[in-house]
């Protein structure tokens, strides 16, 4: 016979379990002879529950401590500047000087001294007359022939001035103020140019 709590073999009749001290139970079971031997079933073991391991926690990793900075060093304020003056976008064709424009030999500017040279020649009698009829028609520059047909425009001009004059004095249309004039020019010791007048 075997205890019920424990599982330990007792003796036939104990009525504790000499282990435990539990009771033994004995089962009653009829119909059952006193000669024949009771067999009691052997007692199953039962399992010991297993405990669960309880999770562990994982471990918090460690840390390196932080370095100690050391505090940054304190800087000199930085001067004041005055500020860069504003520069306008500059187109860089402004500065760039522009090619010498190709002028054709026929329109060939003349300087100042070549109208004073050409002025002194168209001045003398004979020799600028005949040069003023030459480059006012021939020749290739159109500002020189320009220069001597402005001659002409003048030679026209006073032309025309003397014309008015000899008409004036020949019709003695205004009589009396030529002779105002020439009693005027006679005063100022201008006699001869008196004379002509009237």
Same mark, same amino acid.
Not at 56 to 75: F, Q
Not at 107 to 127: E, K, T
């Given at each position: 016979? $075997?205890?019920?709590?424990?599982?330990?073999? =007792?003796?036939?009749?104990?009525? $504790?379990?000499?282990?435990? *001290?539990?009771?033994? &139970? &004995?089962?009653? &079971?009829?119909?059952?002879?006193?000669?024949?031997?009771?067999?009691?079933?052997?007692?199953? %073991?039962?399992? #010991?529950?297993?405990?669960?391991?309880?999770?562990?926690?994982?471990?918090?990793?460690?840390? %390196?401590?932080?370095?100690?900075?050391?505090?940054?060093?304190?800087?000199?304020?930085?001067?004041?500047?005055?500020?860069?003056?504003?520069?306008? %976008?500059?187109?860089?064709?402004?500065?760039?000087?522009?090619? #010498?424009?190709?002028?054709?030999?026929?329109?060939?500017?003349?300087?100042?001294?070549?109208?004073?040279?050409? !002025?002194? +020649?168209?001045?003398?009698?004979?020799?600028?007359?005949?040069?003023?009829?030459? /480059?006012? $028609?021939?020749?290739?520059?159109?500002?020189?022939?320009? $220069?001597?047909?402005?001659?002409?425009? @003048? %030679?026209? /001009?006073? /032309?025309?001035?003397?014309?008015?004059?000899?008409? &004036? /004095?020949?019709? !003695?249309?205004?009589?009396?103020?030529?002779?105002?004039?020439?009693?005027? +020019?006679?005063?100022?010791? =201008? *006699? @001869?140019?008196?004379?002509?007048?009237?």
């Amino acid at each position: 016979m $075997f205890c019920s709590n424990c599982g330990k073999q =007792l003796p036939d009749g104990a009525k $504790f379990c000499s282990s435990c *001290g539990q009771p033994v &139970i &004995i089962p009653n &079971i009829p119909n059952v002879k006193e000669s024949e031997p009771v067999m009691e079933p052997e007692p199953v %073991a039962e399992p #010991e529950p297993v405990m669960e391991p309880e999770p562990v926690a994982e471990p918090e990793p460690v840390r %390196a401590p932080e370095p100690v900075r050391a505090p940054e060093p304190v800087r000199a304020p930085e001067p004041v500047r005055a500020p860069e003056p504003v520069r306008a %976008a500059v187109d860089e064709r402004l500065f760039t000087p522009a090619p #010498e424009p190709v002028v054709p030999e026929e329109n060939h500017p003349l300087g100042p001294w070549a109208y004073f040279g050409y !002025g002194l +020649l168209f001045s003398i009698p004979v020799i600028g007359f005949i040069l003023l009829i030459v /480059l006012s $028609f021939a020749g290739k520059n159109v500002n020189r022939k320009n $220069f001597a047909r402005s001659y002409w425009c @003048w %030679a026209l /001009l006073v /032309l025309a001035l003397i014309l008015i004059a000899v008409v &004036i /004095l020949v019709t !003695g249309v205004l009589r009396g103020v030529t002779d105002n004039l020439a009693a005027w +020019l006679s005063g100022i010791g =201008l *006699g @001869w140019l008196a004379g002509l007048i009237s």
